[in-house]
């Protein structure tokens, strides 16, 4: 057996009456709806449930899998602690799951455990199966801040694991819509919210979760949801499989949008091969770009693919604009891989003879010293989207009133910390924003006092 059925389902702690004391009235429709998806999965009776959790261990490149035996947890810190579930691992298919990702040198396994306890993400879930439907065993996935399509590759080696230890499972996608649907919610509002909502329903609906991949990450940032990467796991696990979709319910009326969908797996399909069919069209989009790319930007990809390749620096070509060659600035290099931010290094004054100079040396930086991310493999070179900034002056600003994080990028100091933000960045629509991430970059206290400077660049891509 395989993948046979998954839900999309979310997980508010006040849906618990234990926890709601009487507002979980308020969002009876999905309660209701709940407990057709513990009807549901009891009619598929999975020997394990794999469910993927927002609040499980997360970390920026890596999926952890909760290790061990058994694991229990309680909804303690929402006033009620004698809401408790013990579940046991499937600990085969932990270490089966594990082993492939270690052969395919995918980030993923049981190092880094924080906390064994279940999460609420998982609690609310088990809960209502539980009234349902005992006998299984449970894996608990969390997220990670990977690309979309890296979520999708998880839960296609988690239905690749199921198929070779012929387990019969079920995948819980545990995970809210928007958090802003609501002006009066406790997340506020943003016109993202209900967009999202609406759009990710429809193509659940549909089933159509190729459609997953090609979210653009702003909005999911502006829409504040917390289930995106989980649903696109549970994408991944049904990957290549014909499916029937039932959206069982959608509300918004507590300011988050609680959506629960059920999936149930009628065969093989195989032209529901999602990934394959998004990755050829990521590819034809990067040969488009790539035709296009100036002299800038393809000096910092002949920089990266040759010091990854050869573990060499190159020297600079001939032919280059007079502007590279004769000019000094400071150049930031950006790398991206699959909509994620793969790299980020750059100086904020010129310290090479030459923009040039300084591009390749920021750009073999960007892809092998950003301390947030391990060194670009070989097999990611084909991938990469880069971008570079070549900085104008900095002139000093005495108020955010000066500053526009569309056309300028600001620094931030406080004594010798220093830290710079870019202009034009998703989901950076505030010169109050622009200045919070700037001074967490350097290291400076929310409620210290620093001085600004604006700067505009020349951005090529």
Same mark, same amino acid.
């Given at each position: 057996?395989?993948?046979?059925g998954?839900?999309?389902?979310?997980?508010p702690?006040? @849906?618990v009456?234990?926890?709601? &004391?009487g507002?979980?009235?308020r969002?009876a429709e999905?309660?209701?709806?709940y407990?057709?998806?513990?009807?549901f999965?009891?009619e =598929?009776?999975?020997?394990t449930?794999v469910?993927s959790?927002p609040?499980?261990?997360?970390?920026?490149?890596?999926?952890?899998?909760?290790?061990g035996r /058994?694991a229990?947890?309680? =909804?303690?810190r929402?006033r009620?602690?004698?809401v408790? @579930?013990? %579940?046991?691992?499937?600990e %085969?298919f932990t270490a089966l799951?594990?082993?492939?990702a270690?052969?395919l040198?995918f980030?993923?396994?049981?190092?880094?455990?924080?906390?064994p306890?279940?999460?609420?993400?998982?609690?609310?879930?088990?809960?209502?199966?539980?009234q349902?439907?005992?006998?299984y065993r449970l894996v608990?996935?969390?997220?990670s801040?990977?690309?979309?399509?890296d979520?999708y590759r998880?839960?296609?080696?988690?239905?690749?694991?199921?198929a070779?230890?012929?387990?019969?499972?079920?995948?819980?996608a545990s995970?809210?819509l928007?958090h802003?649907?609501?002006p009066?919610?406790p997340?506020g509002f943003?016109p993202a919210?209900?967009?999202?909502?609406?759009?990710i329903l429809k193509?659940?609906?549909?089933?159509?979760?190729g459609?997953?991949?090609d979210?653009?990450?702003?909005?999911?940032?502006?829409?504040?949801?917390?289930?995106?990467?989980?649903?696109c796991?549970?994408?991944?696990?049904?990957?290549?499989c014909?499916?029937e979709?039932?959206v069982?319910?959608h509300?918004g009326?507590?300011?988050?949008g609680y959506?629960? %969908?059920?999936? &149930?797996?009628?065969g093989?399909?195989?032209?529901?091969?999602?990934l394959?069919?998004?990755e050829?069209?990521?590819k034809e /989009?990067?040969k488009e770009?790539?035709?296009?790319e100036?002299?800038?930007?393809?000096?910092a990809?002949?920089?990266?693919? *040759?010091?990854?390749?050869?573990h060499?620096?190159?020297?600079?070509?001939d032919?280059l604009p007079?502007?590279?060659?004769a000019?000094?600035?400071?150049?930031f290099?950006s790398?991206h891989?699959?909509?994620? =931010?793969?790299g980020?290094i750059?100086?904020?004054?010129p310290t090479?003879? *030459?923009?040039?100079?300084?591009i390749?040396?920021?750009?073999?930086?960007?892809?092998?010293r950003d301390p947030?991310?391990?060194?670009v493999?070989r097999?990611?070179?084909?991938?990469?989207?880069? *971008?570079?900034?070549?900085l104008g002056?900095?002139?000093?600003?005495?108020s955010a &009133?000066?500053?526009?994080p569309k056309r300028?990028g600001v620094?931030v100091? %406080?004594?010798e910390r220093?830290?710079?933000?870019?202009p034009?960045?998703?989901?950076v629509?505030?010169?109050?924003?622009?200045?919070? @991430?700037?001074?967490?970059?350097?290291g400076?206290?929310?409620s210290e006092?620093v001085?600004l400077?604006?700067?505009?660049?020349? /951005?090529?891509r």
């Amino acid at each position: 057996m395989s993948v046979v059925g998954a839900c999309m389902v979310p997980h508010p702690p006040v @849906i618990v009456p234990e926890v709601g &004391r009487g507002e979980e009235r308020r969002i009876a429709e999905t309660t209701a709806a709940y407990r057709k998806a513990a009807d549901f999965v009891r009619e =598929l009776a999975p020997e394990t449930i794999v469910l993927s959790s927002p609040h499980s261990v997360m970390y920026a490149d890596y999926f952890h899998v909760s290790p061990g035996r /058994r694991a229990s947890g309680d =909804l303690g810190r929402f006033r009620a602690g004698g809401v408790r @579930i013990d %579940a046991s691992y499937d600990e %085969a298919f932990t270490a089966l799951l594990e082993e492939k990702a270690e052969r395919l040198h995918f980030p993923a396994g049981t190092m880094g455990e924080r906390d064994p306890s279940l999460d609420h993400g998982t609690i609310v879930p088990l809960y209502f199966i539980n009234q349902a439907y005992t006998d299984y065993r449970l894996v608990r996935v969390g997220l990670s801040g990977l690309s979309l399509a890296d979520h999708y590759r998880f839960g296609q080696m988690i239905a690749e694991t199921a198929a070779a230890l012929d387990r019969r499972v079920v995948f819980i996608a545990s995970g809210d819509l928007s958090h802003k649907m609501q002006p009066d919610g406790p997340y506020g509002f943003d016109p993202a919210g209900p967009v999202y909502d609406e759009r990710i329903l429809k193509d659940a609906a549909e089933g159509q979760f190729g459609r997953f991949l090609d979210y653009d990450e702003a909005l999911l940032e502006k829409a504040a949801e917390c289930g995106h990467r989980s649903f696109c796991i549970m994408a991944g696990a049904l990957d290549g499989c014909a499916v029937e979709c039932r959206v069982l319910s959608h509300t918004g009326v507590l300011g988050v949008g609680y959506g629960v %969908a059920v999936f &149930r797996v009628t065969g093989p399909d195989p032209e529901r091969h999602f990934l394959k069919i998004w990755e050829e069209k990521e590819k034809e /989009r990067r040969k488009e770009e790539r035709a296009s790319e100036d002299p800038y930007v393809r000096l910092a990809r002949s920089a990266v693919e *040759s010091y990854v390749l050869h573990h060499r620096r190159i020297s600079l070509p001939d032919g280059l604009p007079e502007e590279m060659t004769a000019r000094r600035a400071g150049v930031f290099v950006s790398l991206h891989e699959e909509g994620q =931010l793969r790299g980020c290094i750059g100086t904020i004054s010129p310290t090479r003879t *030459s923009i040039a100079a300084e591009i390749a040396e920021n750009a073999v930086s960007a892809a092998m010293r950003d301390p947030r991310f391990s060194p670009v493999r070989r097999g990611e070179l084909e991938r990469l989207e880069i *971008s570079v900034d070549v900085l104008g002056a900095t002139e000093p600003v005495f108020s955010a &009133r000066e500053l526009d994080p569309k056309r300028y990028g600001v620094v931030v100091t %406080a004594g010798e910390r220093r830290g710079l933000l870019l202009p034009d960045l998703d989901g950076v629509d505030t010169p109050e924003r622009q200045i919070a @991430i700037a001074k967490k970059k350097a290291g400076i206290g929310e409620s210290e006092t620093v001085t600004l400077e604006r700067f505009e660049v020349v /951005r090529h891509r």
